[in-house]
């Protein structure tokens, strides 16, 4: 076992937004905080989307709200990082409060990122490494999860409508983001790992990942256990009306526990109602 290794035996969920998330609620990160005291919880790591790099809207297409939307303005760090300490320091003796981000891997955008890292990393105490975007149509990065149209568009006819070969795309993004040295205090939880999968039921896509891309999810098992990797068990998808089953589904989950790789429950809230959801269920599944 790795000294970062989290069981579902301490109560934490470890991936949460704000209301500083541009496509959140609204809800005040404080009223969530309450929630998830009320809850029981004992650790809770807030887990904003962090600024994208200003240059990647060149290598994007789709939508605009899909970026426009997708994560905090660079002007809106200072804020976040005061709220948030705020809140440390006024519930520090009810529940452990973690700073940090959800943090997009952007192969274009190594630098940059690495170097808003380089400053912001060591603010942080605990972080979520996410794919929001994959290379599509055009060569150009499209949004994952933004609207069923989009996903069809730019990803699922870019794949000739061969889903199994979009999801081994998407997984291949993920073992390179897993692989990638992005500095000191970097993330070392994957986010959501089938996301992917969001639009599953209105496509009527493959509920399953096929042998060839369960070869590619042992390959990144196998890296996740050398990284000293977490995956967030996040139970968001249950609640999207074309997903409805958590990210993993649970076949992965049960192999990732089964391969050592420690699973950390992840709500994904951005609202007041999502934190908690589905904790329960979760734990029953694990344990």
Request: charged share 25%; net charge negative; aromatic share 12%.
């Amino acid at each position: 076992m790795w000294e970062n290794e989290v069981s579902l035996m301490l109560k934490k969920d470890g991936h949460s937004h704000t209301e500083f998330c541009p496509h959140g609620s609204g809800d005040d990160v404080e009223l969530m905080i309450q929630k998830a005291i009320k809850f029981g919880f004992e650790e809770y790591s807030i887990t904003e989307h962090a600024p994208l790099p200003p240059n990647f809207r060149q290598d994007y297409e789709g939508s605009a709200e899909g970026i426009d939307e997708a994560a905090l303005a660079l002007s809106d760090l200072p804020a976040y990082f005061k709220k948030c300490q705020q809140m440390q320091a006024k519930y520090r003796d009810q529940i452990r409060i973690n700073i940090g981000f959800e943090l997009d891997f952007l192969p274009s955008q190594l630098a940059w990122t690495r170097e808003f890292w380089r400053e912001y990393g060591p603010k942080t105490t605990d972080n979520v490494l996410s794919i929001h975007f994959l290379k599509g149509k055009n060569n150009h990065y499209w949004c994952v999860d933004n609207t069923p149209a989009e996903f069809k568009t730019g990803l699922l006819e870019n794949a000739v409508d061969d889903a199994q070969r979009l999801y081994g795309q998407y997984i291949d993004a993920l073992i390179a983001a897993v692989g990638t040295d992005l500095g000191v205090n970097a993330p070392h939880r994957l986010g959501h790992l089938t996301l992917i999968k969001k639009f599953q039921d209105y496509f009527a896509l493959p509920s399953r990942f096929d042998q060839n891309n369960m070869r590619k999810i042992y390959q990144l098992f196998s890296l996740l256990r050398q990284r000293h990797f977490e995956i967030d068990l996040n139970t968001a998808g249950l609640f999207k009306p074309y997903c409805n089953e958590i990210y993993p589904y649970p076949e992965l989950a049960r192999l990732a526990d089964t391969e050592g790789i420690p699973l950390v429950y992840g709500s994904d809230a951005h609202s007041v109602s999502a934190v908690g959801r589905a904790y329960h269920e979760v734990e029953q599944f694990l344990n």
